[in-house]
């Protein structure tokens, strides 16, 4: 029997769905473990780079510091937070947010940039202060790509946070990890694929949101 059919096999037994091992409960932890990150990238970079977008400064350092943050590998970030911290919940969380941190300042920054400035000018001229400039015309008109920042992070993190199994916690990387200790190849192909599952289940979602969220003239603009 092949690896295919062993992990169609698997994903048809009953005991892989239920229970506190199961694909729903790896499932819901992995989701939990997504959110919390994306949450908090969120916090961090959303607002720093609207606000930076909005001044038209530091356009160099935010796509300098978001080009280095890239670059650092999120499993040696792990084990050196795992070493520095300890085991537990907050080390990945730390390596996890930084990797999220990235696409989200750069295009929360370019997003607000990036409008028209005439546009801009037109509502200052109307008497408009910053900060409704910001919230009332700079930011619905950067809504498409301030999203396209979110579903980049949301899809890198729920691919990565695989590795919270890596340091003995839940969500799918525990499948691969345990899959590997007993050589179940089947477990370990179905952590990827449900990784990989999931994941464009929430860019589908998050790509609705954005579609609510845009204005009509701009969704025509984008057609």
Do not use: C
Not at 82 to 93: H, K, M, N, R, Y
Not at 130 to 155: D, M, Y
């Amino acid at each position: 029997m092949n690896v295919v059919q062993e992990t169609w096999n698997w994903f048809g037994t009953p005991g892989s769905w239920t229970g506190a091992t199961g694909i729903w409960a790896r499932v819901g932890e992995h989701l939990a473990y997504s959110g919390l990150v994306l949450g908090i990238a969120a916090v961090i970079s959303i607002p720093l780079g609207l606000w930076l977008g909005h001044t038209r400064r530091g356009g160099n350092l935010v796509i300098g510091i978001a080009g280095a943050l890239r670059s650092l590998p999120t499993l040696g970030l792990l084990t050196l937070f795992a070493l520095w911290i300890g085991i537990g919940l907050t080390a990945p969380v730390l390596a996890l947010v930084i990797l999220a941190v990235a696409p989200m300042l750069a295009n929360a920054y370019t997003a607000v940039a990036a409008v028209d400035p005439s546009v801009v000018d037109a509502a200052r001229a109307q008497g408009l202060k910053e900060w409704q400039i910001l919230t009332q015309v700079e930011i619905p008109n950067a809504v498409p790509v301030l999203f396209s920042g979110i579903r980049n992070a949301a899809l890198q993190v729920v691919a990565t946070v695989t590795v919270m199994a890596y340091i003995d916690l839940g969500g799918l990387g525990r499948f691969l990890i345990d899959g590997l200790a007993v050589r179940d190849y089947s477990r370990m192909v179905a952590s990827m694929l449900l990784a990989a599952v999931l994941a464009l289940v929430i860019d589908g979602v998050l790509a609705f949101i954005q579609r609510l969220l845009t204005s009509p003239g701009l969704v025509k603009e984008e057609s």
